[in-house]
């Protein structure tokens, strides 16, 4: 299993960026799949989840209204889309995924068994 995230860089204060995360040995479809970031010295952070085969959507409440999680099923890839990027959304995105963990843990970082190597995103003021 492989998950490969793109999309990272460094964009304004305001500006928006897209997050991908290709999968592989996987179908994301029968998977739950989640984002998360990490600043130094902290834990993984929990933003954005999109539960297996129902496809229903979580966020954290800092980023509700701006990111959106989606998933095409026909690329395997799941997409973060970020607007109204702000400085504290710096941090290493990194995807997740997992074929079993139960609704009440989809925020949990410990509750993913595959995880992407991250995309690096900068927030410039």
């Known amino acids: 299993v492989q998950l490969v995230e793109s999309g990272g860089g460094l964009v304004q204060t305001g500006g928006s960026l897209r997050l991908s995360c290709a999968a592989s040995g996987i179908t994301f479809s029968a998977y739950s799949a989640a984002w998360f970031r990490q600043v130094p010295g902290k834990e993984h952070e929990f933003v954005a989840a999109i539960f297996r085969s129902a496809g229903n959507t979580y966020y954290a409440d800092s980023v509700k209204g701006r990111f959106a999680i989606s998933r095409d099923s026909a690329k395997n890839t799941v997409y973060l889309q970020m607007n109204s990027l702000k400085p504290e959304n710096t941090a290493v995105y990194y995807c997740?995924?997992?074929?079993?963990?139960?609704?009440?843990?989809?925020?949990?970082?410990?509750?993913?068994?595959?995880w992407g190597q991250g995309t690096q995103v900068t927030v410039s003021s």
């Open positions: 997740a995924a997992d074929r079993s963990l139960i609704l009440s843990s989809i925020r949990r970082a410990g509750s993913y068994d595959y």
